[in-house]
C-alpha cells in the first residue's frame, strides 16, 4: 500500500515508479538505436564541425586520395594495402595542406557493424601514420568508413577489407 500523501500518476502508480519506468524505456531505446544505427555516434560527434568527404571516385587502392574544405586547407590520405587482408596491418598515412593537426583516425563498418576503432595518428615528419588490423568479416569485402579527424574539422574517406 503507497504511504499516505505520495503523488500519483494518472493510472494510480505512484510518480517516482512512473519517472524510473519512462527512464529505463529512453535508456533501452537509446542503446537500441545505437546498435542499430552505429555511425550514429559519429555523426552525432561531427554535428557542427566542418566535414570533408574524399573527392567523388578516387580510390585508395590506385593512391593516395585527398578531401578538401571550404578553406582551402586538403587532407590527403594512403593507406596500403589496398584491399586489405586478414591478420594483414593496414598502414594509414595522412597528410595535411593548410591549417589542422591530424589527431585520430575512426574506423567504423558501411554495410555490417564491427564496433567503432579510434586510433592515434601519430607524426612522422610530414606526415602522420597509423597501422590497425581491421576486423574480419563474413562477406567476401567490406566497406570502412575512415574518418581523418583534425582538431578543429573531420575529412572523411573509405577503405576496402576482404576476407581472403
Do not use: H
Amino acid at each position: 500500500m503507497p504511504r499516505p500523501g505520495a503523488d500519483r500518476g494518472a493510472r494510480g502508480l505512484p510518480l517516482g515508479r512512473l519517472l524510473q519506468g519512462l527512464l529505463w524505456a529512453l535508456a533501452v531505446a537509446a542503446v537500441g538505436a545505437l546498435w542499430w544505427f552505429p555511425d550514429a555516434i559519429s555523426r552525432l560527434r561531427t554535428l557542427g564541425v566542418p566535414y570533408a568527404e574524399m573527392e567523388p571516385g578516387c580510390d585508395l587502392a590506385m593512391g593516395p586520395c585527398a578531401a578538401s574544405f571550404s578553406d582551402g586547407t586538403v587532407v590527403r590520405m594512403e593507406a596500403t594495402p589496398q584491399p586489405s587482408r586478414p591478420g594483414e596491418p593496414v598502414k594509414v598515412s595522412v597528410r595535411v595542406e593548410g591549417s589542422g593537426r591530424p589527431v585520430a583516425l575512426e574506423l567504423q563498418g558501411v554495410e555490417m557493424a564491427m564496433g567503432f576503432l579510434r586510433l592515434p595518428l601519430v607524426e612522422a615528419g610530414e606526415r602522420f601514420t597509423a597501422s590497425v588490423d581491421l576486423p574480419v568479416c563474413t562477406t567476401e569485402r567490406m566497406l570502412w568508413k575512415a574518418d581523418v579527424v583534425l582538431d578543429d574539422r573531420v575529412a572523411g574517406f573509405f577503405l576496402w577489407s576482404t576476407r581472403s
